[in-house]
């Protein structure tokens, strides 16, 4: 079965240092990847996405992530954080099997120190 | 533009009672519809999912069934709550194969 899974539950930074979230998921055929982020009272909102092309993807707010097909992975990435990058990340994969599906990470929860 | 019109924001319901939460979409045609469960530390788990009217895929078995009477209507359902059932509930869209989730405001259930 499809599935999408974030290696790192929390993370805590403080503010310059860069960030990389992993992402793997597992499903052999043609994928579409997404990046979404919640902000602390505020609902979902897409960062990036890929769909074929460049594998480097570069999304809103500095944000980046890179489609590695041979790793199943696409890992987000930003070179320096802000305190307002303080949200939840969710890591999505779209696959079409017999219904265009969306499946969603567990999310990281990421902390940058003022 | 997409909009999604999720209702009610925040409910509170007895257990044994019935559920109905709705949602509606404007500004595309034969969408894909979600219904997202979210939880802390487990991210959104896929509910139910909708290709088109009538046709309503379930992801995991549960207390509750979905049902897209129109094409821009999907209606989450229950006909007995349980505690359990308590979450934060998203209706997504999805306009093409090609295209990111769209999500509503959500609806905050909590089941006393």
């Known amino acids: 079965a499809q599935s999408v899974s974030q290696h790192n539950h929390h993370v805590i930074l403080s503010e310059a240092a860069s960030l990389e979230l992993g992402c793997n998921y597992s499903?052999?055929?043609?994928?579409?990847l997404f990046w979404y982020v919640q902000y602390p009272g505020q609902h979902l909102q897409l960062l990036l996405k890929?769909?074929?092309?460049?594998?480097l993807v570069k999304g809103i707010k500095g944000f980046e992530a890179e489609f590695i097909k041979s790793k199943f992975s696409f890992n987000l990435r930003k070179p320096s954080v802000q305190w307002s990058d303080t949200a939840e990340y969710f890591c999505a994969v779209s696959s079409y099997t017999g219904g265009f599906k969306t499946i969603f990470g567990a999310g990281t929860r990421l902390f940058v120190k003022a | 533009s997409q909009t999604i019109h999720q209702w009610p924001a925040t409910l509170v319901q007895p257990v044994g009672s019935p559920l109905s939460l709705e949602c509606t979409v404007e500004g595309t045609s034969n969408p894909n519809l979600y219904w997202y469960r979210q939880a802390a530390g487990r991210g959104l788990q896929l509910l139910f999912y909708?290709?088109?009217?009538?046709?309503i895929s379930s992801e995991v078995p549960q207390n509750l069934s979905a049902s897209r009477p129109q094409d821009r209507q999907f209606i989450l359902s229950s006909k007995k709550l349980l505690l359990s059932d308590s979450g934060f509930y998203l209706c997504?869209?999805?306009?093409?194969?090609?295209?990111?989730?769209?999500f509503g405001q959500g609806t905050r259930l909590t089941v006393v």
């Open positions: 997504a869209l999805q306009a093409g194969t090609n295209t990111e989730a769209f």
């Open positions: 909708s290709i088109g009217i009538g046709q």
């Open positions: 499903y052999g055929g043609t994928v579409n």
């Open positions: 890929y769909f074929s092309g460049d594998p």
